[in-house]
C-alpha cells in the first residue's frame, strides 16, 4: 500500500515537472519568434533610414516589449555606427524605458544588471546617470561592472571622472 502511494506521488511529481518544463520552452520558443520578427523589421527600419517604418513597430503586452527590448539591444551592441535616432524612436513610441524601469523594481541581480544595459544601450539619458551611480556601490560585481558599462554608455563624456571614482 505504501509502495502504490509513493509511486503515485512520485509519477505527480514527475508529471509536474514536465508540463513546468513544456511551459517554459514554449514561452522560450515564442519570445525567440517575437525577437527575430522585431529583429527584422528593426533592421529593415535601420536600413531604409525611415522614420514612418520605424513608427509602425508597435509592442503592446509585456513578452511583445521584452522581445523588441532585446532586438534593439542586438542591433544597438552588435552594429557600429547605425542610426540610433531611429532605435531611440522606436523605444520612445513604445513606452520602454518606462517599461525597463517596471521591470528593473523586481529583477533578479542577474536580469538587473542585464536590464541596466539594455537601458543605457536603447535610450541613453543623462537622468539615469543619478541611479547607476548608486548601483556602483553595490555589493554584487555583476551589478556593479553592468552598471559601469551603463554608465559609460549614457555619460561618455565623464568616462574618466567615472573610472577614477571607482572602489573596486
Excluded at 514554449?26 to 525567440?32: A, F, G, L, P, V
Excluded at 533610414?49 to 513608427?55: K, N, T
Excluded at 511583445?64 to 532605435?87: F, K, P, Q, V, W
Aim: charged share 20%; hydrophobic share 40%.
Amino acid at each position: 500500500m505504501i509502495y502504490t502511494l509513493y509511486i503515485i506521488a512520485t509519477l505527480g511529481v514527475t508529471i509536474f515537472y514536465t508540463v513546468i518544463t513544456q511551459l517554459y520552452i514554449y514561452s522560450q520558443e515564442k519570445h525567440r519568434r517575437l525577437r527575430n520578427r522585431y529583429l527584422h523589421l528593426v533592421s529593415a527600419a535601420v536600413l531604409a533610414d525611415s522614420d514612418s517604418s520605424a513608427i509602425a513597430i508597435t509592442a503592446t503586452t509585456r513578452s511583445e516589449r521584452l522581445a523588441l527590448i532585446d532586438a534593439l539591444y542586438s542591433i544597438a551592441s552588435h552594429c557600429y555606427n547605425h542610426n540610433h535616432s531611429i532605435t531611440a524612436l522606436i523605444a520612445r513610441e513604445n513606452n520602454l524605458e518606462k517599461h525597463l524601469f517596471r521591470e528593473l523594481r523586481f529583477a533578479t541581480k542577474y536580469r538587473r544588471g542585464l536590464l541596466w544595459l539594455q537601458l543605457s544601450t536603447i535610450s541613453p539619458s543623462p537622468h539615469h546617470t543619478l541611479h547607476l551611480r548608486q548601483e556602483l556601490h553595490n555589493s554584487d560585481p555583476h551589478i556593479r561592472s553592468c552598471s559601469l558599462i551603463a554608465l559609460l554608455c549614457t555619460s561618455p563624456e565623464e568616462s574618466i571622472k567615472t573610472l577614477l571614482e571607482l572602489d573596486f
